[in-house]
């Protein structure tokens, strides 16, 4: 199972992206990408997304030549010094039928994206095309969604597709978009999945894996440090433990992406990486 580091390191860059194998970020954000890319090395796994959510929230669209062209220039570019690169169809936001649209246009284009099966506007022939004709799709729309609406979709997907695995097909790889959960990571045998949990550390002061929701931290928040005026703060001594804590919590998601590799590989599903 592959782990996805997805967003931005608030600045803390130099020392997250080294520790990173796995790397997702968006077409749009060119800068990000760029940073991103002094860090790639051979062992990289770099999966691009369009960035299609963020510009339908900012009310602009992407033109599918530009992206088609930006996918030719960039693998040509990377794919010889990466372990691999793919990219994820442009999506039309709550538009399932053009998003599919979309996926042909740029397979007509000679451009290879990975198509996305959306909660929203769900229909059983997306995910059944989706596992019929594609070796790596992705499953989308999880974001900000209950658990229970989460879990119901999920379990209807992968029986679906183990009823397909039954009669002797393979299992195709799957991404989970938006999904670092560990217990559903446990629940279903996705190829890979991608998060922004990483970040919490910087942003919120949280560690999922210290259970600790109260450390200095660098984002933007009025409780960072209280009564400053009355108590004084070493900011240099909080810095350096939140490197250190960033850094552990970084090493622990790698960690549990080993765990649940080999969860699944003791149950028979082992992918090719």
């Known amino acids: 199972m592959l782990n996805f580091f997805a967003g931005g390191s608030g600045g803390m860059h130099t020392l997250a992206y080294p520790l990173m194998k796995n790397h997702l970020t968006a077409w749009i954000d060119k800068d990000e990408l760029k940073l991103r890319e002094d860090y790639f090395k051979k062992d990289c796994n770099v999966l691009i997304d369009s960035g299609a959510f963020t510009t339908f929230t900012k009310g602009k669209k992407i033109d599918i030549y530009e992206y088609s062209d930006f996918i030719k220039s960039y693998t040509l570019k990377w794919k010889k010094k990466l372990k691999s690169v793919n990219f994820i169809n442009l999506d039309v936001i709550g538009d399932a039928e053009k998003s ?146 960033m850094e552990y919590e970084i090493k622990q998601y790698k960690k549990q992406e080993a765990d649940i590799t080999l969860f699944w590989k003791k149950k028979g599903i082992i992918f090719n990486e």
């Not at 790889?173 to 910087?202: Q, W």
């Open 100 to 245: 599919w649209e979309n996926q042909h246009k740029l397979e007509k284009l000679n451009v290879n994206t990975i198509p996305v099966v959306h909660l929203e506007g769900f229909k059983k022939k997306h995910l059944e095309k989706a596992h019929k004709e594609y070796d790596y799709f992705a499953v989308g729309g999880l974001v900000g969604k209950k658990r229970t609406q989460i879990l119901m979709f999920l379990d209807y997907c992968f029986r679906v597709m183990f009823t397909y695995v039954k009669k002797g097909n393979k299992l195709p790889k799957i991404h989970l978009l938006g999904v670092g959960s560990e217990k559903i990571l446990y629940r279903y045998p996705a190829f890979s999945c991608d998060s922004t949990r990483f970040m919490t550390v910087n942003r919120y002061g949280e560690s999922e894996f210290l259970k600790e929701n109260r450390l200095p931290f660098k984002g933007k928040g009025t409780h960072r440090y209280k009564n400053v005026q009355q108590f004084k703060y070493n900011y240099e001594q909080d810095q350096s433990l939140l490197n250190k804590i």
